[in-house]
Nanobody
Framework: VQLQASGGGLVQAGDSLRLSCAVS????????VGWFRQAPGKEREFVAA?????HYADSVKGRFAISRDNAKDTVDLQMDSLKPEDTAIYYC????????????????????????WGQGTQVTVSS
């Protein structure tokens, strides 16, 4: 199983970016896929996930949107109205459970839910 994150870059506050996570070895329609981020000196934190539900961190609700393309086995993260505090390395991750029936948000936001991680893509937002 491999995950490849792409789409990061340097933008100004208020701009948009679209990240993409390409998954190989698994069909994304059957697993929860999440996005996390890690800023310098901080712990990795949950951003958004998609499975039977979509779940977002409070800090990105209304600005970020997660979507899935089952035909391409990709999961995208559309990020609008970016803020300097969104600056981080963004990682995508894949759940280990096949077709989990879980819908609780705690499951989707827990790093321990995910067994497979991509290499990360840098997002830098200047003020």
């Amino acid at each position: 199983v491999q995950l490849q994150a792409s789409g990061g870059g340097l933008v100004q506050a208020g701009d948009s970016l679209r990240l993409s996570c390409a998954v190989s070895g698994r069909t994304v329609a059957n697993y929860v896929v999440g996005w996390f981020r890690q800023a310098p000196g901080k712990e990795r934190e949950f951003v958004a996930a998609i499975g039977r539900i979509k779940h977002y961190a409070d800090s990105v609700k209304g600005r970020f949107a997660i979507s899935r393309d089952n035909a391409k086995d990709t999961v995208d993260l559309q990020m609008d109205s970016l803020k300097p505090e969104d600056t981080a390395i963004y990682y995508c991750a894949l759940d280990a459970l096949f077709r989990t029936s879980r819908r609780d948000s705690n499951y989707y936001s827990d790093r321990l839910t995910y067994n497979y991680w991509g290499q990360g893509t840098q997002v830098t937002v200047s003020s």
